[in-house]
C-alpha cells in the first residue's frame, strides 16, 4: 500500500455531464500529478499541482481542471463528458516540488462515460 | 502521446522461468524508470536506471540500458505467479516545473503456475 487513496473507485456517467474524483496524498506531500489511462494503454499525464497551484499540463484541454487542499487532498474535475473520457484516472503524491522524486501512486478511480 | 514502447505485448511464462521485456524510446533521457500494475489498479515503481548506467539490479529484477539504441530491458528471474501483472518503462520529461512521467504502452506478464 502507498498510502495514497481515491474514491470513488468506480464511476459511471453519462456524456455532457460533468464528474469529480478525488484524492487523498501521503501526509506531508504536497506535489500530486494526475494521470489518465485507457483501456490497454500507458497512463497519460494530465497535470500537476503544488501547493495548490498548478504547475505542469499535459495535453488536456481545460475542460480538465483540478484542485489541491492544504490538508492533501485534492480533486480531478472533468466537464461536459466525452465517451473517451472512460479510463482509469490514477494520481500519484510525491514530497518534493514538481514530483521529482519517487511518486507513491494510488488504486485509481475508473471512469465509464456512457 | 507515448514515449516508450513495450514488447512484446504480451508474454506468457511458467513458473520459475525467466521473463524479459523490452522498451524502446524516442528522445534523450535523464533516466528510465520501469512500474508494475496488477490488474489495472495503481503503480508501483520497481527500479530506476540513471542514462549513465547500463546495468542495475534490485532482487530479482535486472534492468540493462542502451542509449544509443534507446532501448532498455527488464529482466524478471524465477517468475513467480505472483509476478503476474503489466509492466511499464517511464521516462521523464519537463512540464512546466513539473516532472511528467511519459509511458509506454506496456507488456502484459502471465506466469502461470
Known amino acids: 500500500e502507498t498510502g495514497v487513496t481515491q474514491s470513488p473507485t468506480h464511476l459511471i456517467k453519462t456524456r455532457g455531464q460533468q464528474v469529480t474524483l478525488r484524492c487523498s496524498s501521503q501526509?506531508?506531500?504536497?506535489?500530486v500529478s494526475w494521470y489518465q489511462q485507457a483501456l490497454g494503454q500507458g497512463p497519460q499525464f494530465i497535470f500537476q499541482y503544488y501547493r495548490e497551484e498548478e504547475n505542469g499540463r499535459g495535453n488536456f484541454p481545460p475542460r480538465f481542471s483540478g484542485l489541491q487542499f492544504p490538508n492533501y487532498s485534492s480533486e480531478l474535475n472533468v466537464n461536459a463528458l466525452e465517451l473517451d473520457d472512460s479510463a482509469l484516472y490514477l494520481c500519484a503524491s510525491s514530497l518534493m516540488p514538481g514530483g521529482w522524486d519517487e511518486q507513491f501512486f494510488g488504486p485509481g478511480t475508473r471512469l465509464t462515460v456512457l | 502521446s507515448q514515449q516508450g514502447e513495450e514488447d512484446p505485448q504480451a508474454l506468457s511464462i511458467q513458473e520459475g522461468e525467466n521473463a524479459t521485456m523490452n522498451c524502446s524510446y524516442k528522445?534523450?533521457?535523464?533516466?528510465l524508470q520501469w512500474y508494475r500494475q496488477n490488474s489495472g489498479r495503481g503503480l508501483v515503481h520497481l527500479i530506476l536506471i540513471r542514462s549513465n548506467e547500463r546495468e542495475k539490479h534490485s532482487g530479482r529484477l535486472r534492468v540493462t540500458l542502451d542509449t544509443s539504441k534507446k532501448s532498455s530491458s527488464l529482466l524478471i528471474t524465477a517468475s513467480r505467479a505472483a509476478d503476474t501483472a503489466s509492466y511499464f518503462c517511464?521516462?521523464?520529461?519537463?512540464?512546466?516545473?513539473?516532472?511528467?512521467?511519459?509511458f509506454g504502452s506496456g507488456t502484459q506478464l502471465t506466469v502461470l503456475p
Open positions: 501526509s506531508g506531500h504536497n506535489t
Open positions: 517511464a521516462t521523464d520529461r519537463s512540464s512546466g516545473s513539473a516532472r511528467q512521467l511519459t
Open positions: 528522445t534523450s533521457i535523464n533516466n
